[in-house]
């Protein structure tokens, strides 16, 4: 790593030292709680998720101990006190938002809590009080009713085994306003609320950017669609995040939160699933996880192993196989979790995935839309890892956070393609008896990652955030045809990214009900870059100034407003601008540079919170000048360049219904309208005649932006019920629907895509501690076309498809221990 990425990263270490000296003094938090009367281990799964804490047992036979309901604006230790009223049962805080339920002999004493909230009434809880959710992805846990902006969050104990093992496709199944492209998993790109820049995966940095925690997983890589086991919860941002989030944040954020080591409780839970394909193989998948405190209430480990094979469904008529399209997925996770005292926490964890795919997804329009004819297999493979350590430590309503990460992805491609007559001068075209040739795409990307930052809570969403962070990533891409016994390698390229930031952000409530917020963030970038197996007199000689290092220096602004009409009725505007930095591309066989581009986004909307009823509405309009969108170059490669400006209206409305106790709808539906305001043909070279990317490009009209489906919409539901005092059914259900959207820009690439219904269903039978469950995808059993793009090599000759995984049925088993 260069002299200056290692200045870079000792700011925050620097900043640490400065900031742990802060002394502050505040009370415990207040959240509206809403717990019914059930058994333990049900109410302090609720009470954990609605206050925010880690509660547990570890005597199983507490689970079953009936407990009393509470409702009201509490902390979690007066909201404990409540439950546990009558019982032989006491809660001890054993560290910071902890609390630990144990037996006692004698009636126990109520918990020590800090004071009521000064704006609760009445002594008497609030019977007709909803529960209060947190959005911890604003980095200082903003309540949801004073959030100003478009958020959903999927609470962890609602994604099963099932749905987890679909990676990030749970995500989008549940959240209208996030779709993805449909190559395969561990080589797709997600989208937020219609900003979309291409179909392809090239060096560009995504638009949304995506977090484990407070890591960020990716930064010019696909999404490694980790498995979502054992997660506490997924925040979903909408909009641009470029105050909190910096760079790669155009369209919002996806942070999914894992389950912390319990450093109370030994147990774990372990599952299995056998899952039948129509017209397809079986698949199979299974997993342990497992935690165990070391040092009571001060050190505890958990771990996650998985494993999955899922079941090919394409057939290969040109090679005579059927179900070549099979994925395999093995990973795991390892945390610790360190709470030494005096209000500190050190969490060090580590994440690993690779998925295997024997060969692409994608089909040929016609026939029953699940066979394709190809000369040779396209397979692909996406290792991941992730290493992050992260500091905390609270003086009352003041935290300090400082992390560290690395990331590492490793991306394999291969695709079907006709050879090139004469690799060196590849304005030469295939000839029409060409022979079918490899194309292979090898990426590999390392980012470093560190940020310390304080945070202020304080009531009714109002507090401060300010940080510092680094970044530094470095991404190589190599290429190389193969026909045979002929290998030739293609230009390739290097990009690097030094970034370091400064960002702030405040809240105040100057009068009653009424929230402003103001922030900012200041972010200098050094951008660098190479070719990879070429000479650089030939990949520089028409933009020589390419491989020349160059610096960006940008200012963000952010502004918002909301006010609370009533107590469950909220009004929000927002003002909030991302960016991308610029960087170098391969486009044919020579080495071209693209600029950065910026989206500002003003949005406005409303949230109603009732006691079984919730709806949020929101329009957002953005303007995004020099658009990066990575596009298909003279080989057939993803490549990057900017091709004008744009804009994006966005209208989204969703809400959820719970008519009876047990039963609950959700519906959800986004509209999008994109327009290509102003084409930039200025950096689409002519080489030899013809326009190296696309072919059409110079010549065709466009006016949408690629990949933003016109209108995406859900429809779901949950019921559960008990059947006995031990024994629980639960089933839920959705259906998705994704309208129309072009693979990219021209007349070959602007084909039609989407337009289609998936559907699930799922059944749960069993206690807390085992279950039995059915799962059901794809009722219908229907086609559709996910992605119109399988080989970007043959995308000009062939009319592709990708197919919904066809109808599947999945038996499961899960225990815990």
Not at 424 to 443: C, E, G, M, R
């Amino acid at each position: 790593m260069s002299g200056g990425a290692n200045t870079a990263l000792s700011l925050p270490l620097i900043a640490a030292v400065l900031l742990i000296g802060a002394p502050a003094h505040a009370q415990e938090q207040s959240a509206d709680i809403d717990v019914p009367a059930a058994r333990l281990d049900q109410s302090i799964r609720l009470l954990s998720s609605q206050s925010g804490t880690s509660i547990g047992f570890r005597d199983s036979r507490l689970a079953t101990q009936r407990v009393k309901a509470v409702r009201g604006k509490f902390t979690a230790a007066q909201a404990l006190e409540r439950i546990l009223l009558g019982t032989r049962l006491a809660a001890r805080r054993v560290a910071p938002n902890t609390f630990l339920i144990e037996y006692v002999p004698v009636a126990p004493p109520p918990v020590r809590a800090a004071r009521a909230a000064p704006r609760q009434s009445s002594a008497v809880p609030d019977e007709t009080a909803t529960a209060e959710i947190v959005v911890t992805g604003t980095k200082r846990s903003v309540p949801l009713s004073v959030y100003p902006g478009g958020v959903q969050i999927i609470d962890g104990d609602d994604v099963s085994k099932a749905d987890g093992a679909h990676g990030t496709d749970a995500i989008g199944a549940r959240v209208a306003s996030v779709v993805s492209t449909h190559l395969g998993p561990g080589r797709n790109k997600l989208f937020i609320r219609g900003i979309a820049d291409s179909s392809f995966v090239g060096p560009t940095q995504a638009t949304v950017g995506q977090y484990w925690g407070n890591s960020r997983i990716t930064y010019s890589a696909p999404d490694p669609s980790l498995r979502l086991y054992d997660i506490r919860s997924i925040e979903v941002l909408e909009g641009p995040q470029g105050t909190l989030y910096g760079a790669g944040s155009l369209g919002g954020v996806v942070r999914v939160v894992p389950r912390a080591p319990d450093l109370t409780t030994t147990g774990g839970t372990i599952w299995s699933g056998a899952q039948l394909v129509q017209h397809g193989q079986a698949g199979v998948d299974g997993g342990v996880i497992f935690n165990v405190p070391i040092v009571d209430d001060r050190l505890a480990f958990r771990a996650l192993a998985f494993g999955s094979i899922d079941g090919g469904y394409i057939d290969d008529t040109g090679r005579g196989l059927k179900d070549v399209n099979d994925v395999r997925t093995i990973g795991g996770r390892a945390a610790l979790r360190f709470v030494p005292g005096d209000d500190w926490t050190v969490d060090l964890s580590g994440v690993g995935q690779r998925i295997s795919g024997a060969d692409s997804q994608y089909a040929e329009r016609g026939g029953d839309g699940l066979t394709r004819s190809s000369s040779i297999a396209q397979p692909y493979r996406n290792d991941y890892w992730l290493g992050d350590l992260v500091v905390r430590k609270q003086w009352g309503n003041l935290e300090l956070t400082s992390s560290l990460g690395y990331a590492h992805q490793y991306v394999f491609e291969q695709f079907e393609g006709a050879a090139l007559a004469d690799p060196l001068d590849p304005v030469v075209k295939p000839v029409a008896s060409a022979a079918a040739a490899a194309y292979i795409q090898t990426d590999r990307i390392s980012m470093i990652t560190a940020e310390t930052r304080l945070a202020r809570r304080g009531p009714d969403g109002t507090g401060w955030v300010i940080g510092l962070s680094v970044l530094h990533n470095e991404a190589r891409v190599n290429r190389l045809m193969d026909v045979g016994p002929l290998t030739a390698m293609l230009t390739g390229v290097r990009n690097q990214v030094d970034e370091q930031t400064l960002y702030g952000e405040t809240s105040v409530e100057p009068v009653d009900r009424l929230t402003l917020t103001f922030g900012g963030r200041l972010t200098h970038s050094r951008l660098t870059g190479d070719s990879e197996d070429a000479l650089r007199a030939v990949a520089f000689r028409i933009d020589p100034g390419a491989n020349s290092g160059r610096s960006e220096t940008r200012f963000l602004p952010s502004a918002a407003l909301a006010w609370r009409a009533t107590d469950r009725l909220t009004l929000f505007a927002r003002y909030q601008q991302g960016f991308r930095p610029g960087g170098i591309a391969v486009r044919q066989d020579f080495v071209q540079r693209f600029k950065g581009d910026r989206v500002a986004t003003t949005e406005g909307g409303a949230r109603y919170s009732g006691h079984n009823f919730s709806l949020s509405l929101n329009a957002s309009w953005s303007r995004w000048n020099d658009i990066q969108a990575d596009l298909i170059d003279g080989f057939g490669f993803p490549t990057t360049a900017n091709v004008g400006d744009g804009r994006v209206l966005s209208v989204g409305l969703s809400s959820r219904w719970q008519p009876l106790h047990g039963l609950s709808f959700d519906a959800s539906i986004y509209l999008n309208d994109s327009k290509v305001t102003t084409r930039d043909l200025s950096s689409f070279v002519i080489v030899g005649g013809t326009t190296t990317l696309p072919i059409d490009l110079a010549q065709t009209t466009f006016d949408r932006l690629p990949n933003v489906a016109d209108a995406t919409g859900r429809l779901g539901f949950a019921y559960t019920t008990p059947l006995s005092d031990k024994l629980d059914f639960e089933v839920n259900g959705y259906g998705r629907y994704v309208g129309k959207s072009t693979l990219g820009i021209g007349a070959i690439l602007g084909q039609l895509q989407g337009d289609y219904l998936d559907t699930g269903l799922e059944f749960r039978v069993g206690t807390a501690k085992r279950a039995v469950t059915l799962s059901l995808t794809n009722l219908l059993d229907a086609r559709g076309n996910r992605f119109a793009l399988g080989s970007p090599f043959l995308v000009r000759d062939r009319n592709q498809i990708t197919p919904l995984q066809p109808r599947s049925v999945r038996i499961g088993f899960d225990a815990a221990f």
